[in-house]
């Protein structure tokens, strides 16, 4: 079995999340068979969006996410109000979870806590006592093991909070961190750290439009691109990491394509 990263690309979009669709069910299924629950981990910007059009959208395969079953945490999060336009728990929430049918198969969802909003570190600590109490409660465990992470791809190659040659690469220990200084605003943030965002089973990316074809080609073809966030999780999390990309995000890239999953 390969142990890198794998690479599809798509003709459209809509194509794209038909397969996305199918990774995130099978995942689902995976999870569902291992403890009954399905622990999922999500990034903001158009990820939540390409995720609703995957799993709301009509759909005759005969599944379907079980939403009840669903327990979702934030990749990372701004430290802002909940209702803030830069929230992503506002984004998740406008973009996915007011959009499910079934009002009485809802999923658990964990948001920040914005009493401290104003304690950055005690923000991000709290939202670790969040993870421990889901991941860690009955054992002591050494980093969260999350059945599913869902997350973006920056132009500059950022992924969750996590920006190139900042110093959170570099934590080994935190399940979670803050950040003062995002060169993206808001600038003040809290993430999953890289360790944690490296340890999911199945980890998928999602990048599109033209806009994307100069960090994918750094992430996958650029030896000097390797120590760039997305191209350090696709280092630590081997072939438990897939992309999921349109044509247009991948033309010039020379790094070999998976076969379509479906």
Known sequence: MSSQAALHAFPSVSELVLHLRKYILQAQSD?????????????GGSLPNTVAKALLSPNDDGDGPQWDKWEIFFADERAVPLDHEDSNFRLVKEELLDKISDTSSKPIVHPIDIKYLDDLPELADQYGEALVRSFAAKDS??????????????????????????????????????????????????TLTLPVVSHGLKIAFVATGQGKKGVMKQIFDDPEGQ?????????????????????PAVEGVAYRRRASLI
Do not use: M, Y
Not at 31 to 43: D, E
């Open 31 to 43: 999870a569902l068979k291992r403890h009954g629950i399905f622990q999922v981990a999500i990034s």
């Open 141 to 190: 465990v050494k980093i969260p093991v999350f059945d599913l992470i869902l997350l973006g791809c920056g132009p500059d190659g950022h992924t969750c909070s996590l920006f190139p040659g900042h110093d959170l690469l570099r934590e080994k220990e935190a399940w979670t961190a803050s950040i003062e200084d995002s060169p993206k605003p808001p600038p003040k943030r809290i």
């Open 227 to 247: 120590g760039l966030p997305c191209a350090l999780v696709n280092s630590s999390g081997g072939d438990r990491v897939s992309w999921f990309t349109d044509e």
